[in-house]
């Protein structure tokens, strides 16, 4: 399975943009890439996902580099309600089902 | 988007005994997932219940431990058996949607 490399941890000044890094050098063509986030105690949040172009969304942009070995998850203004653990992902297709495969994840802390 | 609710939300049990966990979805959909997130630790996939054919379990996983039903499209129960103090976790049901994959709540589970 293609394995994402994250911080393990990244700090933000409230009304800034957080730009949360994510390597996946071993990422194949047809691979997506997507980000979840998980507030303390909750299930995961999906946020995004892409597999080429950049995407934006209400909540948040993802550039993926043209070799696709990297992207960035783009808060725009980061609240303090954008405290959480972050999960770059790439999704594994397998024949007719996929999976995801959590890592480490980055904890975002956004300051006031 | 689906919402997706569990029964129980917690439990507290006894070693040697089973728990099942249920968990329903507001729309049909073909693929579920059941992960575990032990304490402080990110997400792993346990298996993957389609409906109509038999739960499909990751390394690690089996069947006499974690059996899974899957009756129907909007509904499914994890059931965790025999259980030791290491299976103390948040159990969590997901399902996809589209290119989408959504959590539930999750089920926190302390085994003493």
Sequence with gaps: ?112 | SAVISQKPSRDICQRGTSLTIQCQVDSQVTMMFWYRQQPGQSLTLIATANQGSEATYESGFVIDKFPISRPNLTFSTLTVSNMSPEDSSIYLCSVALVNEQYFGPGTRLTVT
């Design chain 1, 1 to 112: 399975d293609a394995k994402t490399t994250q911080p393990t941890s990244m700090d933000c000044a409230e009304g800034r943009a957080a730009n949360l890094p994510c390597n996946h050098s071993t990422i194949s063509g047809n691979e997506y890439v997507y980000w979840y986030r998980q507030i303390h105690s909750q299930g995961p949040q999906y946020i995004i996902h892409g597999l080429k172009n950049n995407e934006t969304n209400e909540m948040a942009s993802l550039i993926i580099t043209e070799d696709r070995k990297s992207s960035t998850l783009i808060l725009p203004h980061a609240t303090l309600r954008d405290t959480a653990v972050y999960y770059c992902i790439v999704r594994v297709v397998r024949g007719s089902n996929y999976k995801l495969t959590f890592g480490k994840g980055t904890l975002l802390t956004v300051n006031p």
